[in-house]
C-alpha cells in the first residue's frame, strides 16, 4: 500500500506532465499560427510589390545640377563602349586603358564610382537595377547591383569564342541579351539560366535559332529601353523584332527608299524606329512625311520618355559637315524646339558619303534630367547640354499636348495593373477619356489606370484606347498595348 506522501508526489508529477504537454501544444500551435502569418505577411509583401511595380511604369529621375547651359566634363581616357542602366538614369562609360568602368549619375551629372574591369576588351549590359559585364578572356560573366554598384555573381559564360554583342533593355528587368559567333541566347537576369524564344518572319517561319550572329562583322543590335523591341542594323539594312508574349520575337524588314541604312534606333517604350532621316512603326513602315526631308538628316530618341533629338545638316566647313540640333515630340514629324549650342557634333557624320558613327553610343537625351550628354568622336569629354523641354515649349509659344509616360507592356492574370499617365498641355488641365477597354478597368481623371486583371484570362493580348483633351479641344490618343505574362515566366 502506497503512503500519502508518495501517492502525492505521484500526483503532482503527472500534473506536471500534463501541464508541460499542454505548454508544447500551445507553443506548437502559436508556432504554427506564427508561421502562417509570416506566410501570409510574405504573400501580402509579394503581392503589394508586384501592384507597386505596375504603378511605377518607369524610373524617377531628378533634375540634373547644370550650372550654366553647357559644361564640357573631361573624363579620364578614352571611352570605348557606353551603356544606359537604371531606366536612363546611369551612364556606363568604358575605358578600356584605365580597366576602368565610370559610373555617370545623370542626377549628379558627375562620375560617382569607378568599377574595375579584368580586361580591355569587355562587353557592358544593364538594366533597371542589374549591371553585367561579360569578359572574352576570361569567359566570365559578372552581374552587379545597381543599388549598391556591388559584384553579386561571378559566372562562366553560356557560349563561347569571340562575343559580338551583350545587351538588355535599359529600364527593363530582362532578359539579357548575348550575341556570339554561332547566334544568340537570352538569359534570365536572376538564374543566369537560359530563357528560349521562337524567333518568327513575317512569312510564319518561326525558328529556335536566333537570326543574329557574326562572323567577321560586329552586329549593330540596339533594343528599346523597356526590352521589347530589336533592331538589327548590320549589313545596312534594317530588321525589326517585336516581343510577342513570353517566348517569341516576331520579325519584319523595314522598308527604307534610301539605300543603306546606318542607324536604326528604337524608341524608349520600342513603338517607333528612328532610322536616320525615316520614322518606322513596328511593323516596318515609314510614318509621318519625314521620307521627303531624310537627307542630311539624323534622328536619335532620348533614352526615356517620349522625346527625339534632331541633326539637321545646314553647311560644310572644311569637308566637316555643320548641324543644326533641336528636340522633336515622339509622333511629330517636326522638331519643336532648338537648341542653340551644338558642341560635341563634329566629326559625327564624315563627308562627303555621309557616314555617320554610331549616334547611340554618342547622343544621350534625358528629358526628366533636363540633359543631353553627347560623347564627341574624341570620346574623352562629354558636353552636357541643359535643356528645360517644358520651359522652352512655353517660351516657343507652341501649343503642345504631350504624354511623357511610358505603360508597361505585360499584365499579369489575377494581380492588379495600375498605370499612371503623366501628361502636359499648355492650354489648361488635361481630361482624360476612356475609350475602348476591357470589362472593369477604369481611368480616373487625374489619368490613373486600374484594372484587376481576371485570373482566367483567355485573350493574349489587350489594346486600350484613350483620349487625352486639353482646354481648347485638341486631342491625342495614347494606346495600350498589354500581353498576358503568367507569373512564372516572368523576367
Request: one cysteine or more; hydrophobic letters at 40%.
Amino acid at each position: 500500500m502506497q503512503s500519502p506522501l508518495r501517492t502525492s508526489l505521484l500526483m503532482f508529477l503527472i500534473c506536471f506532465e500534463l501541464l508541460a504537454a499542454q505548454t508544447v501544444a500551445a507553443q506548437s500551435q502559436l508556432l504554427q499560427r506564427r508561421n502562417a502569418s509570416n506566410q501570409q505577411k510574405g504573400r501580402r509583401e509579394q503581392q503589394s510589390t508586384a501592384r507597386s511595380a505596375t504603378v511605377t511604369n518607369r524610373a524617377t529621375i531628378s533634375r540634373a545640377p547644370l550650372q550654366s547651359d553647357l559644361v564640357e566634363f573631361p573624363l579620364p581616357g578614352v571611352v570605348s563602349r557606353v551603356c544606359v542602366g537604371a531606366g536612363g538614369r546611369i551612364l556606363f562609360l568604358l575605358i578600356p586603358d584605365l580597366k576602368k568602368l565610370a559610373v555617370f549619375d545623370v542626377e549628379k551629372a558627375k562620375i560617382t564610382q569607378y568599377l574595375s574591369v579584368s580586361e580591355e576588351d569587355v562587353h557592358i549590359a544593364a538594366g533597371m537595377d542589374k549591371l553585367f559585364i561579360a569578359s572574352e578572356t576570361s569567359g566570365t560573366l559578372e552581374r552587379y547591383d545597381l543599388a549598391t554598384l556591388k559584384k553579386q555573381v561571378t559566372a562562366k559564360l553560356p557560349l563561347e569564342g569571340r562575343i559580338g554583342a551583350l545587351f538588355m533593355g535599359s529600364a527593363s528587368t530582362g532578359p539579357l541579351f548575348l550575341c556570339g559567333t554561332d547566334g544568340m541566347i537570352a538569359l534570365n537576369t536572376t538564374a543566369l539560366t537560359e530563357h528560349p524564344f521562337k524567333w518568327m518572319q513575317r512569312n510564319g517561319e518561326a525558328s529556335d535559332r536566333s537570326p543574329f550572329s557574326f562572323k567577321n562583322d560586329v552586329p549593330q543590335l540596339l533594343i528599346s529601353a523597356n526590352g521589347r523591341v530589336i533592331v538589327n542594323c548590320s549589313g545596312g539594312n534594317l530588321s525589326i523584332f517585336r516581343r510577342q508574349g513570353e517566348h517569341s520575337f516576331v520579325g519584319v524588314h523595314a522598308t527604307t527608299q534610301n539605300g543603306r541604312m546606318q542607324n536604326g534606333i528604337p524608341s524608349a517604350d520600342g513603338r517607333i524606329i528612328y532610322g536616320d532621316g525615316n520614322v518606322f512603326n513596328v511593323t516596318g513602315v515609314p510614318t509621318g512625311r519625314r521620307s521627303e526631308d531624310t537627307a542630311g538628316n539624323w534622328l536619335v530618341p532620348a533614352v526615356e520618355n517620349a522625346f527625339y533629338i534632331s541633326l539637321k545638316q545646314t553647311g560644310n566647313r572644311n569637308n566637316t559637315l555643320e548641324f543644326a540640333m533641336a528636340v522633336g515630340i515622339q509622333g511629330t514629324d517636326r522638331p519643336v524646339v532648338s537648341i542653340t549650342e551644338t558642341n560635341g557634333l563634329d566629326g559625327l557624320v564624315s563627308y562627303p558619303h555621309d557616314q555617320s558613327a554610331r549616334l547611340d553610343q554618342h547622343l544621350f537625351f534625358v528629358p526628366d534630367a533636363g540633359l543631353l550628354a553627347v560623347l564627341p568622336v574624341s570620346k574623352d569629354r562629354l558636353f552636357l547640354h541643359r535643356i528645360d523641354i517644358e520651359q522652352q515649349l512655353r517660351d516657343a509659344g507652341i501649343d503642345y499636348l504631350i504624354v511623357l509616360s511610358q505603360p508597361p507592356a505585360e499584365v499579369i492574370p489575377g494581380q492588379e495593373f495600375q498605370y499612371q499617365i503623366e501628361a502636359r498641355a499648355k492650354q489648361g488641365k488635361v481630361e482624360y477619356n476612356l475609350e475602348s477597354a476591357p470589362d472593369g478597368m477604369t481611368l480616373s481623371a487625374d489619368g490613373l489606370v486600374n484594372w484587376v486583371v481576371p485570373a482566367d484570362l483567355e485573350d493574349s493580348e489587350v489594346n486600350v484606347i484613350i483620349t487625352l483633351r486639353d482646354a481648347t479641344g485638341q486631342q491625342i490618343f495614347h494606346n495600350l498595348k498589354l500581353e498576358k505574362c503568367e507569373p512564372q515566366n516572368h523576367d
